[in-house]
């Protein structure tokens, strides 16, 4: 699991340190608590001032919808992280997904990846697909959250298939998908399937596994479910 904070923290002295510290020498009763400066650095948990490394590294993208400029051109490298830190700092700094204009698009994939059915990492793959139709702002925040975390975080059995995520905003119903790079893989397909239904707590929602293939010469409701779940 994706490590989100700090369980404890040793910059204060313990009650015998200060003690100790008051008892020591016959320093003026002023500075009877300032232990040393090398003392103080000795407290130190030092795991407090070290990032978390993810297994990965992640990019950030942005699309929004221009008519006056190929799909490409309206594809925007954010950027890239690869602590928990640095994520967070990055999913804090910018807006929402529930505050993104209609047919705009958040998206995270692993390095080298980019956000496409015609890459090479995702053109053999396909994605989990969940409707999200008149959800509440609160919780398309919340599913885009979870969802990061658990994929950042290697929370899936077969996280070598997982290419990104992507979160589409549109009129009707906002999307959210997990991208896998091999459509073929039943077994890893399901298995993160399942898991994505049970880490996200969807209970009886359905989402359903979409090859890219079909989604290339299909659209909306019409394209091909593989699976169903």
Same mark, same amino acid.
């Given at each position: 699991?994706v490590?989100?904070g700090?369980?404890?923290?040793? $910059?204060?002295?313990?009650?015998? =340190?200060?003690?100790?510290?008051?008892?020591e020498g016959? %320093? %003026?009763?002023s500075?009877?608590? =300032?232990?040393?400066?090398?003392?103080?650095?000795?407290?130190?948990?030092?795991e407090?001032?070290v990032k978390?490394?993810?297994?990965?590294?992640?990019?950030?993208w942005?699309?929004?919808n221009?008519?006056?400029?190929?799909?490409?051109?309206?594809l925007?490298?954010v950027?890239? !992280?690869?602590?928990?830190?640095? !994520?967070?700092?990055?999913?804090?700094?910018?807006?929402?997904p529930?505050?993104?204009?209609i047919f705009?698009?958040?998206?995270v994939? *692993?390095?080298?990846?980019?956000?496409m059915? %015609?890459?090479?990492?995702? &053109? @053999?793959?396909?994605?989990?697909?969940?409707?999200?139709? &008149?959800?509440?702002?609160?919780?398309?925040?919340?599913?885009?959250?979870?969802?990061?975390?658990?994929?950042?975080?290697?929370?899936? @059995?077969?996280?070598?298939?997982?290419?990104?995520?992507?979160?589409n905003?549109r009129?009707?119903?906002n *999307? $959210?998908?997990?991208?896998?790079?091999?459509a073929?893989?039943?077994?890893?397909?399901?298995?993160?399937?399942?898991?994505?239904?049970?880490?996200?707590?969807?209970?009886?929602?359905?989402?359903?596994?979409?090859?890219?293939?079909?989604?290339?010469?299909?659209?909306?409701?019409?394209v091909?479910?593989?699976?169903?779940?």
């Open positions: 699991m490590y989100t700090y369980e404890h923290c040793a $910059l204060m002295p313990t009650p015998d =340190q200060l003690e100790y510290y008051a008892d016959d %320093e %003026e009763e500075h009877a608590l =300032q232990p040393p400066f090398h003392r103080v650095v000795s407290l130190i948990d030092y407090v001032t978390h490394p993810l297994e990965h590294t992640w990019t950030q942005h699309w929004e221009d008519r006056s400029k190929s799909w490409t051109d309206m925007i490298e950027t890239s !992280f690869n602590t928990v830190e640095d !994520f967070f700092s990055v999913y804090y700094i910018i807006k929402p529930s505050d993104l204009k705009n698009d958040y998206m994939f *692993k390095e080298g990846v980019r956000p059915w %015609e890459d090479d990492a995702n &053109k @053999n793959g396909g994605r989990w697909i969940m409707l999200l139709e &008149k959800a509440s702002k609160y919780f398309v925040n919340k599913m885009w959250h979870d969802l990061l975390l658990c994929i950042l975080g290697e929370c899936f @059995n077969y996280s070598e298939q997982i290419c990104g995520a992507v979160i905003v009129n009707k119903a *999307k $959210l998908s997990l991208w896998t790079k091999d073929d893989n039943q077994q890893a397909i399901l298995s993160i399937g399942l898991q994505m239904k049970q880490l996200l707590q969807l209970g009886d929602m359905e989402i359903q596994y979409q090859a890219h293939k079909d989604a290339m010469v299909q659209h909306g409701p019409n091909n479910a593989l699976y169903k779940l």
